[in-house]
């Protein structure tokens, strides 16, 4: 079964580098695992959205845990099949690199923005490509392997299939602007598209009844049934059935019962967790606070552009660290896109929702004008004028 899954495009194609590196004891695909792993973009998706908002409670899964989960689950089924079990964890580590925060629904907002910039869609697929080959790193990216790279922008878990062959054909990664028709040139690519699927129809579930926004026994007794009732026990039945169903001929796929019972779970989840109320509720909140904050940053580079003091009279971290952006990276913007028009979205997308929370914060509320106040000849407690 896995003997007969072979690449077509070659080892020299599918490791190759933008930038020559010598070989090490790690292995090419290992090595893009560590570089992922040491990045700013992976460091941040621990405070990222997977679901629930910015949650408080250290048991729901954020966009790093999920990243995680792709990848044992990916490691698995590619052990399963005899695949290359290292390019499939480097490509699940790096696979949401470009999510936005607050989520799906601060994908939507910031594509809308973007749009109406005339900048084109904003698809997380796609940026996180973008950020792994450009935005780390200084403007360096991170010299990521084809195959890798591949992974990453072609992952695309949200849109459920049966069955998936890889296209063998070599990207241009350098055309890519949307999403639409990719399809991964390897085989372990197929299987993180499979497991960012797999990862969370049943974690979001879970999590959505730890958090009480629906009730385990409300999921239809079929489903139950056939995938179990626990995010474990989901995970291993789906695994164990890719393993056992996929094919050469036919692709990394699900048999006809597993399928069937997933669309019956995903409508569920759909209408029950990602249309319901309490998370349709955020969009026009987040939509508020992004657009305040991209405002701010268009005025802020309008007005100071690579003056660093300039920023640092505003006199709060997000105006500081935009300005550390803008000289770090404004010229790798010119080489690199030509102009710096999407420079500010760019910021937005890699921020957690804690920091853009804060962000939008710091922009309502001028804490350094009451600190003057405060500190002033006494301050708020004492008239100076007092004997």
């Known amino acids: ?158 849109s459920f299939q049966q069955y998936i062959k890889p296209s063998h054909q070599l990207k241009d990664f350098t055309k890519i602007k949307e999403k639409k028709g990719l399809i991964p040139s390897t085989w372990e690519g197929v299987v993180v598209r499979f497991s960012d699927s797999i990862a969370y129809l049943g974690r979001d579930w879970e999590d959505a009844c730890r958090l009480n926004v629906i009730q385990k026994k409300d999921l239809p007794s079929d489903v139950r049934d056939i995938l179990g009732d626990s995010n474990s026990t989901i995970i291993d039945t789906l695994v164990r059935d890719l393993v056992k169903t996929s094919k050469e001929e036919k692709g990394i796929c699900l048999s006809d019962t597993m399928f069937q019972a997933i669309q019956k779970m995903k409508e569920y989840n759909y209408t029950h967790i990602y249309r319901s109320p309490m998370l349709q509720g955020y969009e026009k909140y987040y939509t508020r606070l992004l657009h305040l904050i991209a405002d701010y940053l268009h005025y802020l580079y309008k007005e100071f552009k690579k003056d660093l003091t300039g920023y640092e009279s505003e006199k709060n971290m997000l105006a500081y660290g935009f300005g550390r952006y803008v000289v770090d990276m404004e010229e790798a913007y010119l080489l690199h896109d030509g102009n710096t028009k999407r420079l500010v979205y760019d910021y937005i997308a890699g921020m957690s929702d804690n920091f853009a929370q804060d962000c939008a914060y710091e922009i309502l509320v001028p804490k350094h004008l009451n600190d003057s106040i405060e500190y002033s000849l006494g301050g708020k407690w004492f008239n100076k004028n007092d004997d």
């Not at 290992?30 to 992976?42: E, G, K, P, V």
């Not at 052990?79 to 607050?102: M, N, Q, R, S, Y």
């Open 1 to 158: 079964m896995g003997e007969q899954m072979k690449n077509a495009l070659s080892n020299d194609v599918l490791q190759k580098r933008k930038n020559i590196r010598t070989d090490d004891f790690r292995g090419p695909y290992y090595r893009d695992t560590t570089a992922i792993l040491h990045s700013s973009a992976f460091r941040r998706m621990k405070h990222k959205t997977q679901v629930f908002f910015a949650p408080s409670n250290d048991h729901i899964c954020t966009r790093m845990e999920h990243a995680l989960h792709v990848s044992s689950i990916a490691s698995s089924i590619c052990k399963g099949l005899g695949l290359d079990d290292e390019l499939a964890w480097a490509i699940g580590l790096g696979h949401d690199l470009g999510h936005t925060p607050f989520g799906h629904i601060g994908e939507i907002i910031l594509s809308r923005m973007m749009k109406e910039q005339g900048l084109g869609i904003f698809e997380h697929e796609v940026h996180s490509l973008r950020v792994v080959d450009f935005l780390s790193q200084h403007g360096e990216g991170m010299n990521l392997t084809y195959a890798v790279r591949d992974g990453i922008v072609s992952h695309c878990g949200e």
